[in-house]
């Protein structure tokens, strides 16, 4: 089978960082800052309009040819901080994408509609406009049509299977998960860039589109600060990076442009408007900043699983979200997750005896992750995006006792799940706890585990928050639009508007809401 | 005399090795390895000895060591700069003098017993202290990470890999 790269990488608009050996000023009408979800949606929409655009990505450009499923590869080059980025206290490990097409490369790609309740919540409590469900389904019907998001029509693998099952048994809610992809060959790694294009990521999409329609991409660039003057963003100061883009050059690119949108994910656009000084009158850049929370379980049953082979995600239960008013407690999304021998050894975190009798049992290790919808409940605040001493960002990010609570009542609810399909053992993934035989045994122990961080693994793959939107400038950072309150010419078009965590997968929810607010954007 | 585990249980001498242990970090005149860009000898023996203990009851075997040794450095060299100093902290934990006490040990770790080991992770493993427990997922997966990214552990857990996919 062959692919057609869709960017050609011998193209004057395709940039690398690390051939800039001299200053450069440049000028464009746009430039966008990141080029995941968010940024490679703004760049398509305004470049459809006419407008002269710019890309800046700090990872890697790699392309469909390159994904070699290998967790020694994909690690490094496609994710930040080799998929081992870390909260400030070290208590929950972040995956975040690292490369042109961002989180959409390496994503599971798993696609949901903002629900209607968190897009409700927004417009009530945190004076949100233009975004009621009706408002909002053309552009989530357009970004479907655009990401060919569909219903997955194959059987679901034995990973999701046992979700399924359980649910089953037990009278659960559940669903059918859509996903971004057309020709999937079912292989399972969509982690580590699909090595066929069948995921419809934007470096396969949105990104060769934009270039298409003349947009400039430039890979290895980092943001290192908008430039403002009299409240006005006039331009973006970036910077080469090496060819591990962890170290940047002396050499700077400085981009004049009407208009800048920052799309560097909720870690990075916070930092960009850190690092710069953005007028925040109300202190409100890099707070609240949302994780979903996720815990794990996981299951040995008596036949092979398998989890690493096909389509990551396919089943899904809302049980938990729906039964729980935001008022009470804390509700979670369960999901199944796909594992490769590198990120199960990680996530499980133990040596000798325990660790042997896991990885030896790897082909009938089943596991269920439970995504905690985290910022709607005064007890859930979220975390604060802060700059280390080189100006890098780092997230510091602290559980507290209401979400704590809620990973307790996920992890028995993941077993109960499991042992209702048939495991014939029961792990919560937490260093204290042990596999348990029976649903009983579990039931106990779990109620008695300390909810410790390093002690409960806590991982999580979706980061937004920390440049909320709202019509209310002290309580966001930019307007429904996306446009900053207090800088003229300065958009932020990412995970990061959002006021809360979006209570489900979000990638399609960053789509949606960088294609309204790109076609809105005067220019 | 106060007992170490008194130490540990106020947690302010750990706390304050760790913490201080930047400025320890830029006073170490450690040159690396010839072979190596950020491990020195003492790093290589003790990240050999940990290894061992951390993988045992894999097909792990002591003449595998050089190219694990080289995989969990250059899983180090591919992270940030601060996190690289990190790292190099942890390292003087279980090479400075203090950081041998606290975790009860007098001499080199690189020279220690499998069963001193074993005994040492399982301490931190459980400890009261956040900074300790870090200090042992950051080996463990250092450890793994590096030992499951190489096909030559597949076999060993039942992974056949990814599919070869035809052109």
């Known amino acids: 089978m062959s692919f057609i790269e869709p960017i050609n990488i011998n193209s004057n608009q395709v940039i690398d960082g690390r051939e800039i050996v001299n200053d450069l000023n440049l000028e464009f009408d746009v430039v966008v800052i990141g080029s995941g979800s968010g940024g490679a949606m703004a760049a398509k929409v305004l470049s459809d309009r006419g407008y002269k655009v710019f890309i800046a990505e700090e990872g890697p450009l790699k392309l469909t040819s390159e994904f070699k499923m290998r967790e020694s590869k994909a690690y490094p080059e496609l994710y930040q901080e080799s998929a081992g980025r870390l909260t400030k206290d070290k208590g929950i490990k972040i995956l975040q994408g690292r ?248 996530v499980i975190e133990m040596h000798g005896e325990k660790h042997r009798y896991v990885m030896e049992n790897y082909p009938y290790f089943q596991v269920v992750i439970a995504l905690l919808r985290d910022g709607f409940h005064p007890e859930s605040i979220g975390g604060e995006v802060y700059l280390k001493d080189d100006g890098t960002p780092g997230l510091d990010y602290k559980i507290t006792p209401y979400v704590w609570k809620g990973i307790r009542d996920a992890w028995l609810a993941s077993a109960e799940i499991q042992f209702a399909a048939g495991a014939k053992k029961v792990w919560p993934i937490h260093r204290e706890a042990d596999f348990y035989n029976t649903w009983s045994e579990a039931k106990a122990s779990i109620n008695r585990l300390p909810l410790e961080i390093l002690k409960a693994k806590i991982v999580s793959a979706h980061v937004m928050g920390g440049c909320a939107m709202s019509e209310d400038e002290k309580l966001g950072v930019v307007d429904s639009l996306g446009k900053h309150h207090h800088t003229d010419n300065l958009y932020v078009m990412d995970g990061s508007i959002f006021p809360t965590s979006v209570a489900t997968n979000p990638m399609e929810s960053i789509l949606s809401f960088a294609l309204k607010n790109a076609q809105a954007l005067k220019i | 005399m106060i007992h170490r585990r008194t130490f540990f249980k106020t947690g302010i001498i750990g706390a304050a090795l ?93 020279e220690a017993s499998h069963e001193d080991v074993d005994a040492m992770l399982n301490d931190i493993k459980f400890h009261s202290l956040p900074i300790f427990r870090g200090a042992y997922a950051a080996l463990c997966e250092l450890v793994t990470a590096s030992y499951y990214a190489n096909s030559n552990s597949w076999k060993g857990i039942g992974y056949p890999g990814p599919l070869e996919l035809s052109e």
């Open chain 1, 99 to 346: 490369n042109v097409g961002g989180g959409t490369t390496i994503n599971w790609t798993t696609s949901f509609k903002t629900p209607k309740r968190s897009l409700d919540w927004w417009i009530d409590r945190w004076k949100v406009s233009g975004c009621t469900t009706e408002e909002m389904l053309p552009h989530f019907a357009e970004v479907e049509k655009q990401m060919g998001i569909s219903p997955w029509e194959l059987p679901a693998n034995e990973n999701n299977e046992v979700l399924g099952r359980g649910l089953s048994k037990l009278g659960l809610s559940q669903g059918s998960i859509s996903r971004n992809v057309v020709d999937c060959q079912n292989l399972g790694y969509c982690g580590m860039g699909c090595p066929v294009g069948a995921k419809q990521s934007t470096l396969v999409s949105l990104i060769p589109d934009a270039i298409n329609n003349g947009a400039t991409l430039g890979h290895h660039l980092r943001c290192e600060k908008i430039i403002t003057k009299k409240g006005i963003a006039e331009a973006v100061v970036l910077r080469s990076m090496d060819k591990t883009c962890l170290r940047p050059s002396s050499v700077s690119i400085k981009i004049k442009a009407k208009k800048i949108i920052l799309a560097a994910g909720a870690i990075g656009s916070p930092a960009i408007l850190l690092r710069s000084k953005i007028d925040d009158p109300h202190k409100l850049v890099g707070k609240r900043t949302f994780v979903h929370p996720v815990c794990l379980s996981g299951a040995m049953m008596s036949e092979e699983v398998g989890a690493w082979q096909g389509a990551p995600q396919v089943i899904y239960s809302d049980h938990f979200l729906e039964t729980r008013p935001h008022s009470g407690k804390i509700g979670f999304k369960l999901e199944a997750a796909p594992i490769h021998p590198v990120i199960l050894a990680s």
């Open chain 2, 18 to 110: 760790l913490g201080g242990a930047y400025s320890i970090t830029s006073s170490l005149k450690s040159t690396p390895h010839p072979d190596y860009k950020f491990f020195d000898k003492e790093d290589l023996s003790i990240m050999g000895v940990f290894s061992l203990v951390i993988l045992k009851g894999t097909s792990i075997k002591e003449e595998d060591l050089p190219k694990l040794l080289k995989d969990i450095e250059a899983a180090i060299m591919g992270l940030p700069p601060l996190v690289q100093l990190e790292v190099k902290e942890l390292m003087l934990l279980f090479r400075l003098r203090p950081g041998r006490w606290l975790l009860g040990r007098n001499a080199p770790w690189g």
